[in-house]
């Protein structure tokens, strides 16, 4: 059987890609499993958990050299790409739309590069390997969380001696899974919640949670039931009439990543000077590349000058790092399920799951 090991190099963020419960599982299916040292201590797994279930706590270098496939949670550094050898299999969030020239030399000497973010969401059987949406899902739910800390008001309506408060008013931008989870969340913190999204089959969804759905002239249905990108026109139409509406909320979310490239910005600046005093955005999309809110930054908190809170989160989901890695360690279950055929490794590339998920792609290789 072949040995798995999971290693934890140059990431911030606290998830690991693999729990004690898997590990375990893993165990007992046969297979050797190397836990580099600490690997899971930052979420919250201790290494005595790992060796009570079967798994072997070595060393990062021990278990890159000695295993046959290695699951992580980010790309590992380019140093440790390079000791990766012909025929070992990498299964991580590789950032595959941005500098790949670590991975390309991986690739060129035979290492197999399994990048999660590329799983095709629209299969089924794919579902179970989907880290984009489990990682969502959390997204959405601590939005709703950090963004009721933020604000100095109740999110519900409150009945207290001193009078009547009314509930805050929140406006979700986006009905994916990071969406509805962020709609679902407010609505249960008491929050009068309306939802927006440029497809209009999102207002189902969206009314099913008892939210209002936010509508706008601008329709853009992709393909897969996906938004596909707006024309500058369109763009354009859809932040003038997303302003006017989103200046008489207390707080909005938005919600509307593109990977891999710039999302589309939602919230202008005249946007945000519009807005109250004390009202708060929290931006899922921000990054080096831009956000869906004009002046949010990622990892940081800022207040404007007119007194708005723009909270960049982006990694948001890595704050819950045990609930996290207990998501994405069962997701790189379903995708080791998919690789390991009659105990042997088989990176398939002509699987229309693990092929889409191959780096490079059957497709860039002919």
Same mark, same amino acid.
């Given at each position: 059987?072949?040995?798995?090991?999971?290693?934890?190099?140059?990431?911030?963020?606290?998830?690991?890609?693999?729990?004690p419960a898997v590990a375990g599982q893993l165990v007992k299916a046969g297979h050797e499993?190397?836990?580099?040292?600490?690997?899971?201590?930052?979420?919250?797994?201790?290494?005595?958990?790992?060796?009570?279930?079967?798994?072997?706590?070595?060393?990062?270098?021990?278990?890159?050299?000695?295993?046959?496939?290695?699951?992580?949670?980010?790309?590992?550094?380019?140093?440790?790409?390079?000791k990766f050898r012909a025929g070992q299999v990498l299964v991580a969030s590789l950032d595959?739309?941005?500098d790949t020239v670590p991975l390309d030399k991986a690739a060129s000497k035979g290492v197999?590069?399994?990048?999660?973010?590329?799983?095709?969401?629209?299969?089924?059987?794919?579902?179970?390997?989907?880290?984009?949406?489990?990682?969502?899902? /959390? =997204?959405?739910?601590?939005?709703? @969380?950090?963004? !009721?800390?933020?604000? +100095? $008001?109740?999110? &519900?309506?409150? %009945? *207290?001696?001193?009078?009547?408060?009314?509930?805050?008013?929140?406006?979700?931008?986006?009905?994916?899974?990071?969406?509805?989870?962020?709609?679902?969340?407010?609505?249960?913190?008491?929050?009068?919640?309306?939802?927006?999204?440029?497809?209009?089959?999102?207002?189902?969804?969206?009314?099913?949670?008892?939210?209002?759905?936010?509508?706008?002239?601008?329709?853009?249905?992709?393909?897969?039931?996906?938004?596909?990108?707006?024309?500058?026109?369109?763009?354009?139409?859809?932040?003038?009439?997303?302003?006017?509406? /989103? =200046?008489?909320?207390?707080?909005? @979310?938005?919600? !509307?990543?593109?990977? +891999? $490239?710039?999302? &589309?910005?939602? %919230? *202008?600046?005249?946007?945000?000077?519009?807005?109250?005093?004390?009202?708060?955005?929290?931006?899922?999309?921000?990054?080096?590349?831009?956000?869906?809110?004009?002046?949010?930054?990622?990892?940081?908190?800022?207040?404007?000058?007119?007194?708005?809170?723009?909270?960049?989160?982006?990694?948001?989901?890595?704050?819950?790092?045990?609930?996290?890695?207990?998501?994405?360690?069962?997701?790189?279950?379903?995708?080791?399920?998919?690789?390991?055929?009659?105990?042997?490794?088989?990176?398939?590339?002509?699987?229309?799951? /693990?092929?889409?998920?191959?780096?490079?792609?059957?497709? !860039?290789?002919?």
């Amino acid at each position: 059987m072949p040995v798995i090991a999971t290693i934890r190099d140059a990431l911030p963020d606290r998830r690991t890609a693999l729990t004690p419960a898997v590990a375990g599982q893993l165990v007992k299916a046969g297979h050797e499993v190397l836990v580099a040292k600490a690997a899971g201590q930052a979420a919250g797994f201790e290494d005595a958990a790992y060796s009570a279930v079967g798994a072997t706590t070595v060393s990062a270098a021990d278990a890159v050299s000695r295993a046959d496939v290695v699951v992580a949670v980010g790309r590992p550094s380019a140093a440790t790409l390079a000791k990766f050898r012909a025929g070992q299999v990498l299964v991580a969030s590789l950032d595959s739309w941005g500098d790949t020239v670590p991975l390309d030399k991986a690739a060129s000497k035979g290492v197999k590069l399994i990048a999660l973010e590329k799983v095709p969401r629209q299969i089924s059987r794919a579902q179970a390997m989907d880290v984009l949406s489990s990682q969502a899902s /959390i =997204a959405g739910y601590r939005a709703g @969380i950090v963004a !009721a800390a933020a604000y +100095g $008001r109740y999110l &519900p309506m409150m %009945v *207290t001696a001193a009078g009547t408060a009314k509930p805050a008013s929140v406006l979700v931008l986006g009905a994916g899974v990071a969406g509805l989870q962020a709609i679902a969340t407010a609505r249960r913190l008491g929050a009068r919640v309306t939802g927006y999204d440029v497809r209009p089959a999102a207002r189902e969804e969206v009314t099913s949670l008892g939210a209002q759905f936010l509508s706008t002239s601008v329709d853009a249905v992709g393909e897969g039931g996906y938004a596909r990108e707006l024309t500058k026109e369109e763009a354009a139409t859809q932040q003038k009439e997303l302003g006017d509406a /989103i =200046a008489t909320f207390d707080i909005v @979310i938005a919600t !509307a990543k593109v990977p +891999g $490239r710039k999302p &589309p910005l939602l %919230v *202008t600046t005249d946007t945000v000077k519009a807005m109250r005093r004390g009202s708060v955005l929290v931006d899922l999309a921000a990054s080096d590349k831009g956000g869906n809110v004009a002046g949010s930054i990622d990892e940081e908190t800022v207040v404007t000058k007119n007194g708005v809170t723009l909270i960049g989160a982006a990694s948001i989901a890595a704050d819950m790092a045990p609930a996290a890695s207990d998501a994405w360690s069962r997701n790189v279950q379903a995708v080791l399920a998919a690789l390991i055929v009659d105990g042997k490794v088989d990176v398939n590339a002509e699987d229309d799951v /693990i092929g889409a998920m191959l780096i490079p792609t059957k497709e !860039a290789s002919v």
